[in-house]
């Protein structure tokens, strides 16, 4: 029997388009961070922020929050040139605050693919992935044992 010599083709399938934008004209991302979840919508605009039906000023009240949230526009030099509209829901202020940069920063990587590296480069698009652990039978808290007593 002779051996037959197989020679396999390897064909580079092209990764998946990122999406464009929906009917509407928006590019969509989603951010999560703790058990907070933000669906962020962005488009061609004159630089509007709402949150949940809310300004910016008005949702995020610590400057802490509001600068983080808008880093990821400010890096891509887009602050004045998109509307940005944010539903977020779950966790405290500094969790909804880092959702929404996920969001944003994954929905400009859609509108631009160029602006990819940066956002990575600059930390946007890595999600955190530290969550609360869990309390355990037998203590008072995560880690956090009940009083021991000798006697």
Known sequence: MAKTEETT??????APAAK???KGGFYWGTGRRKTSVA???IRPGDGKMVINKR???NFFRSDQDRSAVKAPLVMAKA???LDVFVNVNGGGTTGQ???VVLGIARALK???PGLAQALRDGGFLTRDPRMVERKKPGQSGARRR?????R
């Not at 083709?9 to 092209?14: F, L, Q, R, Y």
């Open 79 to 81: 602050e004045k040139t």
């Open 97 to 99: 605050a880092g959702a």
């Open 110 to 112: 859609i509108y631009d």
């Open 55 to 57: 300004e910016l000023d």
């Open 39 to 41: 669906r962020v919508r």
């Open 20 to 22: 464009g934008p929906d």
């Open 9 to 14: 083709v390897k064909t580079e399938t092209p």
């Open 146 to 150: 009940f009083q021991f007593s000798k």
